[in-house]
C-alpha cells in the first residue's frame, strides 16, 4: 500500500491485488466476540518517519490515532527505565544511569556500552549475534536478561543468540541516538486496518487506481512490455508489477518464471526468499470486567510466558480488555492454545492479583510473523533480475528488520524506481 500510495502521488495509475478479505496483512484489524482486535498488538517506534508520514498523508491524525508514550521499559518489580525529557542521547543515559532493578555496575556498564556503540557509530565491521556482542562488552546476564534481551526480541523478533547485533544496532542508531521523540512509543488506537491500508486504499481510489480485494494473483508472466498477471478473476497486462506478498507466497509466484525462462539469477533470488527462516509471534486477547486495569498502558513481566502486557482499556478505550504478546520462538509452542491463555491468566493473577476466568479469550497465532533476523542475512533486494518486476515487503533488503517501517521503506523505494 506504501508503494500504491507513492505512485498515486506521481499520477500513474496503479491496480491493487489483495488475496484476503480486508487489507493490512500481518498488521491487520480482527473482530471477535463484536471486539474489535488486531492480528497482534503492534508498536510504532517515533523513529519510523516514513510509515508515519504515509498515515498523515493519507489522511490520519498521529496525535489522535496513537498513544505517545516517552521511552520507558518496565519489567514489573523488577525492573523499570524511563527516559526524561532531555535531548538525546543525554535522555538515554539518564535512563539507563537512573534504571531501577539494576546494581550501580550494572547502570554504568550498560551506559558505557551505548557511549561505546556511538563511538563505532553503531556500525560492525563483522555482523555477530546479540549475545556475542553484549559478551564482548561485558553485559552480565541480569543486564542482558532485563534490558538488552527485551529490547532485541521486540525490534527483530529473534531470540538474542539467533539475533543480528548489526541490525539491532540499526534499530538503537535510529530509536536512541537521533532526536529524542524518535525513541517514543506509539500505540494504535485505531484498528491497524483503519489505521493506514483503509484509508491508503480510499487515497488510491481518488487518485485514479483500483484496489481489488479477496482478489489472489496465481501468476506472473513476464512480457516484452509488461508484465502479465493472472488472479483468480482474470489476467491483465501492465507495464510493471510489484510483488508485495509475504517471502513464501512471492517465491512461489517467482520459481514458475525462473523455472520456465531457466533464468539463473531469479533462481538465486528465489533461493534467497526460501532459505529466510522465521519467528512467530502469539497474541492473547483476554476480556475481563472493565474495571481491571494495569499499572501502565505497556509493560513486561520477567521471565515469564507473556513478555509484553498491554492494557487496551487505557490505549484505546476497550476497558477490561488486556493483551499478551509472547515474541519468537519459545517453550510456549508446546502449550496448546486454550493451555497458554490459562498460563497468562496465573501471570495476571500472581502479578497483578487480578482474580477469576476473563468472560473469554482469543489467541492469534501468526506462526510466520516476521523472518528471523540472524548475523549476515542476505535478504533479496527490491529491483529483482527482471526490469519490470520488483519486489516489497519487509523482508527484502534494508537496514531494519521485519517491521512496519522496513515494509513502507522497500514500497516506497519500489515506487521511486517505477516513477524514475
Ligand atoms: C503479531 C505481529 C506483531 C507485530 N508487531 C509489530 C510491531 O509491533 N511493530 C512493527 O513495526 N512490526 C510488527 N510486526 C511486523 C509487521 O506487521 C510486518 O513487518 C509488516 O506488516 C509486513 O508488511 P508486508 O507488507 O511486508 O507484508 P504483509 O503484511 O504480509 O502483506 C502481504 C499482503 O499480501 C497479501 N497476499 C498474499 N498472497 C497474495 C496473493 N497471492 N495475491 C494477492 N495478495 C496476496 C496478504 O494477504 C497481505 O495482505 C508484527 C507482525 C505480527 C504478525
Not at 73 to 92: V, W
Request: hydrophobic letters at 45%; one cysteine or more.
Amino acid at each position: 500500500m506504501a508503494a500504491a500510495v507513492a505512485l498515486a502521488d506521481c499520477g500513474i495509475p496503479v491496480t491493487v491485488f489483495e488475496s484476503a478479505q480486508q487489507l493490512g496483512g500481518r498488521a491487520r484489524g480482527v473482530m471477535y466476540n463484536d471486539t474489535q482486535l488486531d492480528n497482534g498488538q503492534h508498536l510504532l517506534l517515533g523513529c519510523y518517519v516514513q510509515t508515519l508520514n504515509l498515515i498523515e498523508k493519507v489522511g490520519g491524525n498521529i496525535d489522535k490515532d496513537f498513544l505517545r508514550l516517552p521511552l520507558q521499559l518496565d519489567l514489573h518489580g523488577e525492573f523499570s527505565l524511563k527516559a526524561p525529557r532531555l535531548p538525546a542521547p543525554l535522555h538515554l543515559l539518564v535512563a539507563l544511569l537512573s534504571a531501577q532493578g539494576l546494581t550501580w555496575n550494572e547502570r554504568l556498564n550498560a551506559s558505557r556500552f551505548m557511549l561505546t556503540l556511538r563511538r563505532m557509530n553503531f556500525r560492525l565491521i563483522n555482523d555477530i549475534t546479540a549475545t556475542e556482542l553484549l559478551a564482548q562488552h561485558k553485559q552480565d546476564t541480569a543486564l542482558v536478561q532485563k534490558l538488552w534481551e527485551p529490547l532485541c526480541i521486540a525490534a527483530l523478533n529473534t531470540p538474542i543468540h539467533k539475533a543480528s547485533a548489526q541490525v539491532l544496532l540499526n534499530v538503537l542508531r535510529d530509536a536512541l541516538n537521533q532526536s529524542r521523540d524518535y525513541s517514543d512509543m506509539l500505540l494504535p488506537r485505531i484498528d491497524f486496518t483503519s489505521l493506514f491500508p483503509q484509508r491508503a486504499a480510499n487515497y488510491v481510489e481518488q487518485h485514479g487506481g483500483k484496489v481489488n480485494i479477496s482478489c489472489s494473483v496465481e501468476a506472473l508472466r513476464p512480457l516484452e512490455d509488461g508484465i502479465e498477471i493472472t488472479t483468480v478473476q482474470s489476467s491483465e497486462k501492465f507495464s510493471h508489477a510489484i510483488c508485495a506478498a509475504p517471502p513464501v507466497v512471492a517465491a512461489r509466484l517467482l520459481r514458475p518464471i525462473a523455472a520456465s525462462q531457466n533464468h539463473g539469477a531469479l533462481a538465486e533470488t528465489v533461493a534467497q526468499i526460501d532459505s529466510l527462516e522465521h519467528q512467530p509471534i502469539y497474541t492473547v486477547y483476554l476480556q475481563y470486567p472493565a474495571s481491571v486495569t494495569l499499572p501502565h498502558p505497556m509493560l513486561g513481566l520477567h521471565q515469564r510466558y507473556s513478555q509484553w502486557l498491554f492494557d487496551k482499556g487505557r490505549i484505546t478505550g476497550q476497558h477490561g480488555l488486556l493483551a499478551a504478546v509472547i515474541s519468537t520462538e519459545g517453550i510456549h509452542l508446546e502449550l496448546s492454545q486454550d493451555e497458554l491463555a490459562q498460563k497468562v491468566i496465573i501471570e495476571l493473577h500472581e502479578e497483578f492479583g487480578i482474580a477469576g476466568q476473563p468472560a473469554w479469550f482469543k489467541v492469534i497465532a501468526e506462526k510466520r510473523a516476521t523472518f528471523c533476523c540472524s548475523p549476515n542475512l542476505e535478504r533479496p533486494s527490491q529491483l529483482t533480475p527482471l526490469p519490470r518486476l520488483l519486489l516489497a515487503g519487509d523482508y527484502t533488503a534494508g537496514d531494519y528488520p521485519a517491521t512496519l517501517e522496513g515494509a513502507v521503506m522497500s514500497g516506497l523505494k519500489c515506487a521511486d524506481v517505477i516513477s524514475a
